[in-house]
């Protein structure tokens, strides 16, 4: 079925495009995540199981 579909489906623009938005957006999410400015919420949320019942888990 999907040979079928994909058989007639003319605009392969629509698929590079596709591909080059969620590279995009992958790389994106990667320079988010490993910015500088993240590092102290990462510390404090791997610190949490660890943390005490009543303890406040904000920083201060």
């Known amino acids: 079925m999907k040979q079928v579909v994909l ?6 623009y629509l698929t590079n495009f596709a591909l080059i938005i969620f590279m995009i957006l992958f790389i994106s ?3 988010w995540i490993f910015r500088k400015e993240s590092n102290d ?3 404090e949320a791997a610190n949490m199981p660890l943390a005490e019942e009543g303890e406040s888990h904000e920083s201060k």
């Open 7 to 12: 058989a007639g489906f003319n605009w392969t």
């Open 29 to 31: 999410i990667l320079i």
């Open 41 to 43: 919420v990462y510390k």
